[in-house]
């Protein structure tokens, strides 16, 4: 019995084995000739499409601004140097380094004992020539009278000759006598040649006694400088700078003592590019009279003050490129000759620009606008300036055309894209801006804690920052170099 049961268990493993057998043959045909008849259909693809933010281009007119780097100088500069050589005996209380001295003040004294020694031979030496021009004019007068008498006997006598003459013609007077008035005619006009001699040496005497006396004029006016260059004055108000002089040494002449700075007279200077300066001159090819913004960064706030373009350099300088200019500041409150400073410039408006933010532009020189269906083409335009972030274009068909602001390397021409349109601000002003409150605070706090900014500065500041829209000036000029 045993047996039989096992043998018909093994028989119905056997037939169950063949069943799953025969089945998976089946469905393994089925498979293959499903697989044989399908029809080779690819599967339909989806075309993707991309968000992407648009603005319209717009004409305006915009004024750019060149950023350069510049040294701030001083337009009055004055050396004091010691005209003579000389002990110095005095110095001004304020004569240090970074003194204030007013207009006048005197800075130094040399010992003026030498000098007041030749002044007063000076004039010593104008008194005895003074002495010697009356002398030698009352010798003239003198002379002159001579002159006159030897005339007049010299006359007399020859009126004596000539009564002799006439006596003897008449049979009266001698030969003898007439002969002796003709020896005193003679006589009398070699006495009239000798004071005439005489004269000419007194005019003479007189023009060298004239001159004697302008020479000890000319050595009295020396003498009088040379004392009074014993003393050094300030010439105009300022502040001393290389003070390297102390009482009781010994200078040499035209020695520098220090140098006088008017702070008050200040300029920048800040060097160019040639394509910059280009933009700078106006239709005659001269320098236009730009209004700049220097600022100085400094820990905690800012330094600025305004100016506008006086002049450029004579020439580029040995070794160097582009061009040299110079602007003089308004009110420089806080700067100092020697600063290194952020110059901004105000270049002449530029029309007929679109202005858009940098991204819209790639190296191809084109950007996207939106075309039919919204789908993307590729439009190239001119780039005119950059400016920041934002840069100024032209180009034909660009105006009234949505552009892309937002361009990732995932769009170009011909993909379908889902515009979204900025409609707060598709009509600002784009010399305004809209602030956030953390944005308007921190600017407040700047402009408060700001100790070169007069207060009427400051209240103005304040009132525009207040409004709901600022001027994208104003917060340039107060995040300028702040990291703003």
Do not use: C, H, W
């Not at 259909?41 to 648009?54: G, H």
């Not at 010299?154 to 009266?172: H, N």
């Not at 450029?312 to 009110?331: F, P, V």
């Amino acid at each position: 019995m045993r047996f039989l049961r096992q043998s018909l268990v093994g028989v119905f493993l056997a037939f169950l084995t063949l069943a799953l057998l025969f089945v998976a043959i089946q469905m393994i045909t089925g498979a293959v000739q499903d697989a044989l008849t399908r029809e080779n259909t690819p599967p339909e693809a989806r075309e993707r499409i991309f968000a992407v933010s648009v603005r319209p281009a717009e004409l305006e007119t915009v004024t750019p601004y060149l950023e350069a780097f510049g040294e701030v100088q001083s337009r009055r500069r004055l050396e004091l140097r010691a005209a003579l050589g000389g002990r110095v005996v005095f110095l001004a209380e304020d004569f240090e380094d970074g003194g204030v001295v007013t207009a006048g003040e005197v800075l130094v004294e040399l010992d003026p004992a030498d000098a007041q020694s030749a002044l007063d031979r000076a004039k010593s030496d104008l008194l005895d020539a003074q002495f010697e021009e009356r002398d030698a004019e009352r010798s003239l007068l003198l002379a002159q009278d001579e002159l006159n008498s030897a005339e007049a006997q010299a006359a007399l006598r020859g009126r004596a000759l000539q009564r002799q003459k006439d006596l003897q013609g008449r049979g009266v007077g001698t030969p003898a006598a007439v002969e002796e008035a003709e020896l005193a005619e003679a006589a009398a006009q070699q006495s009239v040649l000798a004071r005439r001699i005489a004269l000419a040496q007194a005019e003479s005497r007189v023009d060298q006694a004239t001159t004697l006396l302008a020479r000890a004029r000319i050595a009295l006016e020396a003498a009088e400088r040379d004392l009074d260059d014993m003393t050094v004055r300030a010439r105009f108000a300022g502040t001393l700078t290389d003070v390297t002089l102390v009482e009781g040494r010994l200078v040499s002449a035209n020695e520098k003592l220090a140098e006088l700075v008017d702070p008050t007279a200040l300029e920048v200077a800040f060097r160019v590019s040639t394509a910059q300066y280009v933009r700078l001159l106006d239709a005659e090819g001269d320098l236009i009279n730009a209004p700049v913004t220097v600022s100085l960064e400094v820990t905690g706030t800012d330094l600025m003050a305004q100016g506008r373009i006086s002049r450029d350099s004579g020439s580029a300088g040995e070794g160097q490129t582009g061009r040299l200019i110079y602007a003089r500041l308004e009110d420089a409150p806080g700067f100092k000759p020697g600063d290194f400073v952020t110059v901004t410039v105000e270049e002449q408006p530029l029309d007929n620009v679109v202005r858009l933010p940098s991204s819209v532009l790639d190296a191809a020189g084109t950007v996207l606008v939106l075309g039919a269906d919204d789908r993307l083409e590729a439009l190239p335009v001119q780039l005119i300036r950059r400016q920041g972030d934002e840069v100024l274009l032209r180009g034909q068909g660009l105006v009234g055309r949505e552009v892309v602001i937002g361009r990732t390397p995932l769009l170009g021409g011909g993909v379908r894209v889902r515009p979204l349109r900025d409609e707060a601000n598709a009509g600002a002003d784009p010399g305004m801006v809209e602030l956030s409150d953390e944005q308007r605070a921190q600017l407040v706090a700047q402009v408060e804690a700001s100790e070169q900014m007069s207060n009427e500065a400051k209240a103005s500041a304040l009132s525009q920052l207040s409004a709901p829209k600022v001027p994208a000036s104003l917060v340039r000029s107060i995040e300028n170099r702040a990291g703003g």
